[in-house]
């Protein structure tokens, strides 16, 4: 299994994918999914796509976000910038 990186442009939207959130948390979509469904956070779906919204993720699952945060700014600090 290949080492899991986050994707390098992160940017804050309404939506995201469980796919991409999960990149961001390094975490795997099965995972993110299963603790986002036990924080009674709502997903959508836009086609095969699950989605939550960021509203629902801040007030649902706040500590997952922050993680998501968190781990965003120290990759950027070891990548200098």
């Not at 442009?9 to 995972?31: D, N």
């Not at 959508?44 to 796509?49: E, Q, Y």
């Not at 939550?52 to 950027?76: E, F, G, K, M, T």
Request: glycine residues 6%; aromatic residues 8%.
């Amino acid at each position: 299994m290949g080492k899991k990186h986050a994707p390098k442009r992160f940017s804050v939207k309404a939506s995201y994918s469980v796919a991409e959130l999960a990149k961001w948390a390094g975490m795997s979509r099965c995972v993110t999914l299963t603790l986002l469904k036990s924080e009674g956070v709502t997903f959508a779906r836009r086609g095969r796509v699950i989605v939550v919204y960021l509203a629902d993720v801040r007030r649902n699952a706040p500590d997952l976000w922050q993680s998501v945060l968190d781990r965003h700014h120290l990759i950027r600090l070891a990548e200098g910038r």
